[in-house]
């Protein structure tokens, strides 16, 4: 088969590639546009490493084909600062020491943002069932909910 000329936008600029049509939006991410940020780690949608945004959903990557982005708005992990300016989220992440190995945290870091832009008070409790797609083998996710809860209510107090 012939490769598949895709426009999009991610992080809202405007991008074309070629993929293959067995190619996914993963893949498509990392190797065609060099957009490593978003990572691979169990390429069947269990452990949201890949998660990103498309038109404004949350989806793991790895579970989207190239082909699909045609039109589409992709959101990844390095649209979330602006510049050299972390996101609220990020800091927090790093005041928090939410992060080890640092695999799961652009996943995380982009499932909690999305959270936070269609609930910005959420309770301890929708925070885990929102980022319960995404696994950490490294932090116990206690400090992760907390990071994510402090961001919340700094946001809500406007302190960000």
């Known amino acids: ?36 940020g978003t990572k691979e780690g169990c390429g069947t949608g269990d452990c949201g490493a890949c998660s990103i945004t498309l038109d404004g959903r949350l ?51 982009v499932a909690a943002k999305s959270l936070l832009e269609k609930n910005p008070d959420p309770t301890e409790e929708e925070v885990r069932y929102w980022l319960a797609g995404n696994l950490c083998r490294c932090t116990g996710y206690d400090k992760i909910i907390r990071a994510v809860m402090d961001t919340a209510e700094d946001m809500r107090k406007g302190n960000v």
């Open 59 to 109: 989806v793991c990557a790895c579970l989207v084909m190239g082909a699909e982005a045609e039109g589409r708005q992709i959101g990844t992990i390095e649209g979330m600062a602006d510049g050299e300016t972390l996101h609220p989220l990020q800091k927090k992440f790093l005041e928090h020491a939410a992060l080890q190995c640092g695999i799961c945290t652009p996943g995380f870091l």
């Open 1 to 36: 088969m012939s490769s598949i000329h895709v426009t999009s936008a991610v992080n809202g600029d405007p991008v074309e590639f070629l993929c293959e049509p067995e190619e996914t939006l993963l893949d498509v991410l990392r190797d065609r546009l060099g957009m490593t």
